[in-house]
């Protein structure tokens, strides 16, 4: 199994975010570290459009592919690496989750290894911050009973008409798993309407009638959308170490 890390220079809320230091080490160094820590991963790479992220990749030992600087979306760049090289899946962990845990990577692949009808999987958590819970930059994903994705969206869904968070609050976390076939097919799709109004790339292969696996973390992951973000992960980070 091939995880690809995409990973982008231009980051339109927080610029260069890939590069961010946390306790000294680049983000993106932080991903590829946790992401080659899983057990089913043989091979990490991060997908990057720009020689200043590649760089401290390759300096710490990783690999890094450069990629077009025209995709709009972390799953075109992942596709884009698939079309180059072999696998039957493939990991997309987001560039903004220094903490992602190895297990959860594991066992996102334990999932797609289980069901051969999952073509796309992802992973998600609960809430149980009610800043989180209104946080527009915090995505959250409601299911069904069968575990596949119904909806995800920026506002706190589902809404609890008589008021407060529902203790069935998710939080989407930026992993993905796809079939190979899947995923060229998927990448190859016109943006979808709500996509578009959400800015949610995962929304479009909802919108095409495709089906999402949503599989529950074993820890949740802090990931770094915003500034503020990224100063909890350095204290988290700070924390760790004493």
Do not use: N
């Given at each position: 199994m091939i995880a690809v890390v995409p990973a982008r220079y231009g980051s339109s809320r927080l610029p260069a975010k890939a590069l961010a230091e946390i306790a000294g080490v680049p983000m993106v160094v932080r991903v590829w570290r946790q992401a080659s820590k899983a057990k089913s991963i043989a091979r990490v790479i991060v997908a990057t459009d720009d020689e200043r992220i590649a760089a401290p990749v390759r300096a710490a030992g990783g690999e890094a592919m450069m990629t077009s600087a025209a995709h709009e979306s972390g799953t075109d760049r992942i596709a884009e690496v698939a079309?180059?090289?072999?696998?039957?899946?493939?990991?997309?962990?987001?560039?903004?989750?220094?903490?992602?845990?190895?297990?959860?990577?594991?066992?996102?692949?334990?999932?797609?290894?289980?069901?051969?009808s999952i073509q796309m999987a992802t992973l998600a958590t609960?809430?149980?911050?009610?800043?989180?819970?209104t946080d527009p930059n915090k995505v959250k994903v409601v299911c069904g009973a069968d575990g596949n994705a119904l909806y995800f969206s920026r506002s706190p869904i589902p809404h609890a008409r008589d008021g407060g968070m529902?203790?069935?609050?998710?939080?989407?976390i930026g992993v993905y798993a796809y079939r190979r076939d899947f995923l060229m097919k998927f990448a190859a799709l016109p943006p979808g309407v709500l996509e578009r109004i959400e800015k949610l790339e995962q929304?479009?292969?909802?919108?095409?009638?495709?089906?999402?696996?949503?599989?529950?973390?074993?820890?949740?992951?802090?990931?770094?959308?915003?500034?503020?973000?990224?100063?909890?992960?350095?204290?988290?980070?700070?924390?760790?170490?004493?």
């Open positions: 079309s180059k090289i072999g696998g039957d899946v493939f990991l997309g962990v987001q560039g903004d989750q220094p903490f992602i845990a190895p297990a959860d990577l594991d066992a996102l692949a334990e999932a797609m290894r289980a069901d051969a609960p809430i149980i911050d009610l800043l989180e819970w529902p203790k069935e609050a998710l939080r989407h929304l479009r292969a909802l919108e095409h009638g495709y089906v999402i696996r949503v599989i529950k973390s074993v820890a949740p992951s802090l990931e770094v959308d915003t500034a503020d973000d990224l100063v909890r992960a350095r204290e988290a980070a700070s924390d760790s170490t004493r």
